[in-house]
């Protein structure tokens, strides 16, 4: 899943208090769209994403309005840094495209201010019967289905065999590793490699953190919507970030802020300068081709006894709750989740599709990064894993907290300890709890 900058989080929280009547409005007035449409109908379609995804997803908009003469789709697309600004804007104002691409917690933050449509209101043009039932439950907000999952994702760890050969270093055993070895065998890399390649890319990050507390039992949000990490947890969180840049096993605390928002392409994996990275499996296209290495993934440390990985939808789409055309809007995105064409066309760009039917569809069609994705995606699947909780409002700031608490831990200015309650204290105050 994309990484989402501090500026657009802090700027995507300060519009939601400008549209917190929105839910008002929309709940005392239902969509035009409920009515019978005799004519043509021009719906927006909004996503983010490189030229690639751009030029994917207007070859399956093209096969949809083939298949629906009256609807035109126009779409709005452009970098993930400027996206949620953007939305938040657009919703503020009263203008928000009518299927919106989300991901994370946003359909939770902006559902709960009633700027998404229930989409039981167009269970008719929307087919979800052939969706896993994981992949539903990640799009619902209290028990209402807001979000339709364009396919799922996990993290895992990409690793560059080149950059382990060229060190000398074996590739680690991932059913059985453990932090302190993927520390180790990070470290081992970084000492036997040229200057500016590193044994894993980057420290932890926050999409580690829920993993890192799962394995211990715990989770980043509880079914009701509370912290579910103990401070022991996000010291020892903290401690290991630290420890990661201090040993060399990764880049310096300077370097790592350099790097904090840059494009997957742009990282050090990208730049075939790191054994490892910790990071989403969709992203494996991507890092394969920026860096010409042919990648792996292996599973993460720590997973035995308890498992802290789990199945993400990559993203969601959703439908504007002040759409004057829903019917429209759901037929588009049941053709995107639904239709062999379309699955053809976007394969894993979304993640690996959540319809067992278009799995099976573009199995053959898989470029082999593709198909490791899926194959690894498949052996997830089969783990006994704990749920996931999708995060209450407010969640969306929290990633920024950490990436902020957890700068300040690597320049020396916060000790862990310090560091843990802080970051409890203020993710807190961030939902409400």
């Known amino acids: 899943m994309a990484r989402k900058s501090p500026r657009s989080i802090r700027k995507s929280i300060a519009f939601f208090t ?16 409920n009515q019978p449409e005799d004519g043509p109908v021009e719906i927006r379609f909004s996503w983010w994403g490189n030229a690639t995804r751009a030029e994917l997803t207007n070859k399956a908009i093209k096969e949809f309005e083939a ?18 600004d953007k939305l ?13 691409t989300m991901g994370g917690a946003y359909p939770a933050e ?55 050969q060229a060190a000398g270093v074996a590739l680690p055993d991932d059913s059985k590793w453990s932090w302190d070895d993927f520390a180790k065998t990070a470290e081992d890399i970084t000492a036997k490699s040229p200057k500016g390649t590193y044994g894993t890319a980057t420290v932890l990050t926050h999409d580690s ?5 799962r394995q211990r039992g715990e989770s ?30 990764a880049p310096s605390a300077s370097e790592t802020v350099e790097k904090l928002n840059v494009s997957t392409e742009q990282t050090l994996m990208g730049m075939g300068q790191a054994g490892m990275m910790l990071t989403w499996t969709n992203s494996l296209t991507a890092l394969s081709k920026a860096s010409g290495a042919e990648l792996k993934l292996l599973k993460l440390p720590g997973e035995t006894p308890t498992p802290g990985i789990w199945l993400q939808s990559s993203q969601f789409y959703t439908i504007s709750a002040r759409s004057k055309h829903t019917d429209a809007a759901a037929k588009l995105v049941s053709f995107l989740v639904n239709n062999e064409a379309a699955a053809k066309i976007i394969q894993s760009d979304r993640g690996v599709p959540s319809n067992s039917g278009m799995r099976t569809a573009i199995q053959d069609l898989l470029t082999p990064q593709g198909k490791v994705e899926a194959a690894y995606i498949d ?36 000790s862990p300890e310090k560091a843990a309650e ?12």
């Open 422 to 433: 802080q970051w409890l204290s203020e993710s807190k105050a961030a939902i409400g709890k």
């Open 88 to 100: 938040a804007t657009q919703v503020a104002a009263n203008d928000a495209p009518d299927v919106i």
């Open 67 to 84: 298949a629906n003469p009256n609807i035109k789709v126009k779409p709005e697309y452009g970098d993930i840094g400027g996206y949620f």
């Open 220 to 249: 980043l949000y509880t079914q009701d919507g509370q912290l579910g990490l103990s401070k022991e947890t996000v010291q020892d969180y903290f401690d290991f970030s630290v420890k990661l840049s201090e040993s060399g096993a």
């Open 110 to 164: 902006y559902a709960n201010r009633g700027a998404l449509l229930d989409l039981s209101k167009v269970e008719g043009p929307l087919d979800l019967s052939r969706m896993d039932q994981g992949a539903l439950e990640n799009g619902q907000v209290q028990g209402k289905q807001y979000g339709v999952s364009t396919g799922a994702n996990a993290l895992a760890i990409v690793v560059n065999p080149a950059v382990f």
């Open 209 to 213: 953190l829920d993993a890192f507390a």
């Open 18 to 33: 400008a549209v917190g009547l929105l839910g008002l409005t929309t709940a005392c007035s239902s969509p035009s769209s």
């Open 379 to 414: 052996q997830i699947g089969k783990m006994d894993f704990a749920p996931t909780f999708i995060g209450p409002t407010g969640s969306t700031a929290v990633s920024e907290i950490t990436a902020r608490i957890n700068t300040e831990v690597l320049f020396k200015r916060l």
